[in-house]
């Protein structure tokens, strides 16, 4: 049988990514690498400011094309989507747009929420919100608990849609119908599957969805964007705000609070300009490469990862179930740090969380990468 090939021209694709002349990035769960592309639009931005002093026009447009590909990502349109510089902050604007009362306070969290998610909730409490825990248990979550948990009290329901330590994936459209049928929001922190599989916000029904760009997006830190479901968003005055929130910021008039009629008044300063030149490219390659292309070829890559971790008698962290798991694919060890450490300084770059060291292959990886990072983490963690 031949060996299985992604449905596209991955040796292309390798070759605009410059690191790979030199390690193995298996870290895409962290930082995806640099590609000539994103390189380009980092300088296109240094070139317009070092040519034309200032050309905010041209910069606004970046930040607006950024939208549309992120909206392009989620089958969302631009102007259902914010820009913010990290997900914390998207939380929090959404988090002040929301108000506590008696009647409904709850926000039910999932202990697997990337902790700045959950931190943002659990401020809330001061303002009047209470808190209930999603329990994860050997790295996954019952659905069924959020049936238990969410009722007519809820505000608001959030969900991680893949779990930072382990790539176990939810299922966000089973969450946020539930949500819906008790008149509660629903969130998705997509951070971690977004770039790696087909997300559709209409089919999952949720009402709010963000992401930052560093990792499967192929991007940087400094930009993040959030989602807002198109028929809600006339309803929220996030008290985290600023001028480009207002329908003209461009007015300049300190006395009114003309709330923008799309997601733009979650938009709060002046946006994170070079960083969007960035980010439009990363994602612009994956729209390109395809999330429906890109979701099988990681499947084969989680499934080997899965079979020789198994193989070379290293530990699994959570489900063996592709099915329910991005290609992110976590294995329990000593002491992470040191293991990481071990595997950088010969080529491989995995990432440690806690008690695992985690294999997050993209689109661009090989199963001759996979091979390698298995066979160099099970030679660093072989007792002496
Ligand atoms: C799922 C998830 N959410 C959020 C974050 C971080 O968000 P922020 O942009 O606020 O740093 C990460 C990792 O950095 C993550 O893996």
Redesign the pocket.
Known sequence: MNDPRPDYDIAAWRGRIPLLASCIPMNN??QAPQTDATRAAASRYLESWNTSGMDWDTWMEEVGQAKTEFATLIGAAASDIAVF???????SALASALDFDRTRRNIVVSEM??P??AHVWLAQQRRGARVSWVAVRDGTVDPAVYDKLVDERTMLVSS?H???MNGFVQDVKRIAARARDAGAFSFV????TLGTLPIDVRDLGVDFLA??N??FLMGI?GI?FMYIRPDIVGRLEPTVTGWFGRSDPFAFDSKTLDWSATASRFDAGTPPVINAYVARAGMSMINAVGPTKIRPWLEVLGHRLIAGGRERGLLLHGTDDMTRKTSTTAFLVHDSHAVESAMRARGVLPTARGSVIRLAPHFYNTIEDVDRALDLLAEVTRPA
Request: glycine residues 8%.
């Open positions: 769960c962290s510089s990290s997900v914390s902050e998207a939380t929420e990337f700045t998610v991680c893949g779990y930072f922190d997509a951070y971690q992401a930052g560093l990792k830190p993040a």
